[in-house]
Each structure stands twice: as structure tokens, then as C-alpha cells.
């Protein structure tokens, strides 16, 4: 309960999450072992450095739970799982180093846009292809980028309303069909 108290000022926390966070919500709530990208806006605290980038949303739990000191149990997790979803902006703010490392992947602008504009030429059955086989594939695989790029390429599905995931076997990424 105290626990609970100290993070309520921190968000706005809704039993229902908005139309709009419907995904990230479900993203959060997932327990699977391939994972959702979820898109966020990370400010570190500590640099003044603030950017956009998509990760996996364990990961994103993984940071909140070192960012706020809390226990990996289900209580713990449970107020992890609230405060993410319940931040409707999708933004976060770490202070703490490995809070931040927990959060690997950032995409440049140029990433993020280049990711964009490469996803814009694929729709329907063609993207889920190149995802596993195709330019979209090869965009991030073989790069020295590569867990920036696919970080920008879940951005830019993201955008357009798709649930990009992290295959648990082989590390790619899929859409969820």
C-alpha cells in the first residue's frame, strides 16, 4: 500500500487505459516470452537528454522496476504494470544508470525516419514477408545498428497501428498477425 501512495503522485492511474494506450497497455500486461515493442519517450534525468524509442516492454519494466527500487514479485510488478500504463504520454523519466541501460536501443532521428520511410512501401502480407525474408529484415539484421534499427523499424509499424514483436527463438521481429 505504501508503495502504491509513494508512485500515485507520479501518474494518473486509470483502471481502463484510454482507447489510444489500448496497446501499450496490452504490450505491458503481456507475459509472453515474445515480447511487444512498446514506443516511449525516455528522458534521463541526469544528462537532460531526452529521445524517442521503441523497446521491448519487458525491458521498459525492467528499467521501472530499477528506476523505483521495487521488488521483482507480484506485487511489485503489479505496481510497475499500473505506473507504466497508467502514464497515458508513454513518457518516463530514469534518473538511475541502470534504469537507463535497461533501455539499450536508441535510434537516431535519422534512424527513426529512414525506419519510417522503408516501412511506408510495404502493406498487408508484403510486410509480414520482409519482415522474414525482405528489405524490412535486412534493414536491421545484418547492421552494425542493428538493435537501433529495429528499434526504429517497431517505431514505424507502431505508428501505423501494428503490434511489432521480438521472436524469443531467433531475435527477430514479427508482426502480430
Known sequence: MVTLLVF?????????PSKGNYSFAKAVEDQSTS??????????????????????????????????????SDEGTSVVEKYAISNQKNAFVFNSSSALDNIPSHPSEAELSEAKAIAATFSGQALTTSLRSGALLQYYSEHPRRWERMAALACALIDRGLAPRLADMTGSMHVEE
Do not use: W
Not at 500515485?8 to 481502463?16: E, K, L, M
Not at 537528454?49 to 523505483?68: D, S, Y
Open 8 to 16: 500515485a503522485p507520479g501518474c494518473s492511474h486509470q483502471d481502463t
Open 35 to 72: 515480447p511487444y515493442f512498446v514506443k516511449i519517450q525516455v528522458v534521463d534525468s541526469g544528462s537532460n537528454r531526452e529521445f524517442t524509442t521503441c523497446v521491448t516492454a519487458n525491458l521498459l519494466q525492467g528499467a521501472i522496476h530499477m528506476e523505483k527500487g521495487l521488488p521483482y
